[in-house]
């Protein structure tokens, strides 16, 4: 069974926008800090978790390249994609509740 590479696609490039504000636009500040704490102290401590999301989030910009470049083999390629920008998101989620 072949499947459409619109639908993956699509799904890979906004969970990696998604990804890319979250670490790198503010949008994990905003959703993880307190409002009486500086912006340094809480950023300090989602490093950590900003830092092994970041690896997960390289593993799936390759995966999603790799897939492109090699199309006998993207429909698991794009998959592993997908899975790596979610392991990507939740390493960011959980490493930003465990700070707060």
Same mark, same amino acid.
Do not use: N
């Given at each position: 069974?072949? &499947?459409? $590479? *619109?639908? $993956?696609? =699509?799904?890979?490039?906004? %969970?990696? #926008? %998604? ?5 790198? +636009?503010?949008?994990? !500040? ?9 912006? #340094? #102290?809480?950023?300090?401590? /989602?490093?950590?978790?900003?830092? @092994? ?5 390289? @593993? +799936?910009? !390759?995966?999603? =390249?790799? #897939?492109?470049?090699? $199309?006998?083999?993207?429909?698991? /390629? &794009?998959?592993?994609?997908? =899975?790596?920008?979610? *392991? ?5 989620? *959980? ?6």
């Amino acid at each position: 069974m072949r &499947i459409s $590479p *619109v639908i $993956p696609t =699509v799904a890979s490039l906004l %969970l990696a #926008a %998604l990804w890319g504000l979250s670490v790198f +636009a503010g949008w994990g !500040l905003e959703a993880f800090c307190t409002d009486g704490e500086t912006s #340094a #102290a809480c950023a300090e401590r /989602l490093d950590g978790a900003s830092t @092994l999301s970041g690896w997960f989030a390289m @593993l +799936a910009a !390759l995966l999603t =390249v790799g #897939a492109w470049v090699f $199309p006998a083999r993207f429909a698991v /390629l &794009i998959g592993g994609a997908v =899975v790596a920008w979610l *392991v990507a998101e939740g390493v960011l989620f *959980v490493g930003g509740m465990l700070s707060r």
